[in-house]
Structure formats: C-alpha cells, structure tokens
C-alpha cells in the first residue's frame, strides 16, 4: 500500500509563509511525478505545482514567483514553501504522486492539509 502522509498546513497572515511537506513510502513504490493540488470551498481542485523525477517544474500561474515546490529524492518527499501568501491561498493542499508499483501505473493522494490565510 501507498501512502502520501502531508504536514505544515495552518493558519498564517497574509504576506506570511508556511512549508508544506509530503513524504511518500510504500513496498515497491517507483515514484514519478509528485506535485500539490489545492481546492477551496465550492470549486474544483487545482494544481499549484508539479516537479518531476528530474526536477523539472511547472506551476499555477497565480502562484508563480511566490511558491517553490522542491522534493528529496532519497527521502521520497516533497516540499511545497509559500511565501507572500494572500487569503485566495486558502483552501485544503493535497499532495499527489504518481509512478510504478510491481510493474502497475497509478496515481496516489494524501488526506489533505488546510492552509488559512488571514486578511
């Protein structure tokens, strides 16, 4: 079994930062691409940004030059750092990854951590 187990989320300020991190485990897991999702109340779940396994990245441009995603590779785990947020950032982040387990392709998502930005 895959598991995404999330952290960092909470309540900021705007203009604040938080660290989100995800760390992935699970028996025979090859991992591919990892990225975060978002979705706030009554709309569709978004990508903020992706990386792959060679650290290639992309992004929602509404958060383009205040988000960075990073992963470990050894550790099997992904950062997302957000700086100057603004309370449009508030939503629950999910952490997703996709990859190879015993030869099958799928995609896996963590529970969810909320992120509250304050005005």
């Known amino acids: 079994q895959v598991q995404l187990v999330e952290s960092g989320g909470g309540l900021v300020q705007a203009g604040g930062s938080l660290r989100l991190s995800c760390a992935a485990s699970?028996?025979?897991?090859?991992?591919?691409?990892m990225g975060w999702f978002r979705q706030a109340p009554g709309k569709q779940r978004e990508l903020v940004a992706r990386i792959t396994g060679g650290k290639s990245t992309n992004y929602a441009d509404s958060v383009k030059g205040r988000f960075t995603i990073s992963r470990d590779n050894a550790k099997n785990t992904v950062y997302l750092q957000m700086n100057s947020l603004k309370p449009e950032d508030t939503a629950v982040y999910y952490c997703n990854a996709d990859g190879f387990r015993y030869g099958e392709f799928d995609v896996y998502w963590g529970q969810g951590t909320q992120v509250t930005v304050s005005s």
């Open positions: 699970g028996i025979g897991f090859s991992i591919g691409a």
